[in-house]
């Protein structure tokens, strides 16, 4: 009787203890859950909030050909990517969006327009035309679609600045097409009260050594004069809108 009520008191002391156990482990667990939960809640809200805050910030679009997507070269590499870094440096409160495609016209750029304007833009950089120039497409539909554009931006976005990026192109349409083709671009500029890049590839059209082997497309190291080019241009524009 004696040991069978010592080994009945030992059980329930056992069985206590496991049960103490198993509450102080499964509050331990729950502790931890809970830790991990929260530190995982926080990651999300951090991260919400930075990207509320990059929303916020006001958007400069390149629209453009080739030339803005940075073909053959890394989308770090290309001039817009590099003006993001000036302006970064520069403590300037906005945000680069690179909307160029390769072998863009200013008819494609026309027809997608209205779908890349779906969210308003401080700053509207419009780099279209140099394809055109190249297939010696006709002058008055260049000039109309570039009109249609700037047409558009104005619509979605009455308040952007639009910055025009002036091209030039070989005299092998001829004289009168490449002047006509040149000088549009000042037309159009001050017609709409844009700011003109007055040459975009300025420094880098026809050097060799600053271009891929199709002698068009700038390299990593030509793509740095681009994107000092257009921040000699862009800098005043965006330190005004401060």
Same mark, same amino acid.
């Given at each position: 009787?004696?040991?069978?009520?010592?080994?009945?008191?030992?059980?329930?002391? %056992?069985?206590?203890?496991?049960?103490?156990?198993?509450?102080?482990?499964?509050?331990?667990?729950?502790?931890?859950?809970?830790?991990?939960?929260?530190?995982?809640?926080?990651?999300?809200?951090?991260?919400?909030?930075?990207?509320?805050?990059?929303?916020?910030?006001?958007?400069?679009?390149?629209?453009?050909?080739?030339?803005?997507?940075?073909?053959?070269?890394?989308?770090?590499q290309a001039f817009p990517a590099l003006v993001g870094q000036k302006i970064d440096s520069a403590g300037l409160n906005y945000q680069v969006i690179n909307a !160029?495609?390769?072998?863009?016209?200013?008819? !494609? !750029?026309?027809?997608?327009?209205?779908?890349?304007?779906?969210?308003?833009?401080?700053?509207?950089?419009?780099?279209?035309?140099?394809?055109?120039?190249?297939?010696?497409?006709? #002058?008055?539909?260049?000039?109309?679609? #570039?009109?249609?554009?700037?047409?558009?931006?104005?619509?979605?976005?009455?308040?952007?600045?639009?910055?025009?990026?002036?091209?030039? %192109?070989?005299?092998?349409?001829?004289?009168?097409?490449?002047? +006509?083709?040149?000088?549009?671009?000042? +037309?159009?500029?001050?017609?709409?009260?844009?700011?003109?890049?007055?040459? #975009?590839?300025? !420094?880098?059209?026809?050097?060799?050594? #600053?271009?891929?082997?199709?002698?068009?497309?700038?390299?990593?190291?030509?793509?740095?004069?681009?994107?000092?080019?257009?921040?000699?241009?862009?800098?005043?524009?965006?330190?005004?809108?401060?």
């Open positions: 009787m004696k040991f069978s009520r010592i080994r009945q008191t030992s059980y329930s002391v %056992i069985s206590g203890l496991l049960l103490l156990l198993t509450v102080c482990s499964c509050g331990s667990s729950d502790s931890k859950t809970n830790s991990t939960s929260t530190a995982t809640d926080n990651q999300a809200t951090s991260a919400e909030s930075r990207s509320a805050a990059t929303a916020k910030k006001p958007v400069i679009l390149f629209y453009g050909n080739s030339l803005t997507a940075g073909y053959g070269v890394e989308p770090s !160029g495609l390769s072998g863009e016209t200013t008819a !494609g !750029g026309r027809s997608r327009i209205s779908w890349v304007m779906r969210q308003p833009v401080a700053v509207f950089v419009l780099e279209l035309g140099g394809n055109d120039g190249l297939r010696g497409l006709p #002058l008055k539909a260049t000039r109309e679609n #570039l009109q249609a554009i700037m047409d558009t931006v104005r619509r979605k976005s009455p308040e952007a600045t639009i910055v025009l990026a002036g091209m030039q %192109i070989p005299p092998n349409l001829g004289t009168t097409y490449t002047r +006509e083709f040149r000088e549009l671009f000042k +037309e159009l500029a001050d017609k709409n009260k844009a700011v003109l890049i007055p040459f #975009l590839l300025e !420094g880098v059209g026809g050097i060799p050594r #600053l271009n891929q082997p199709d002698g068009i497309h700038p390299t990593p190291a030509g793509h740095k004069i681009v994107a000092n080019t257009v921040w000699g241009v862009l800098q005043p524009v965006l330190k005004k809108g401060v």
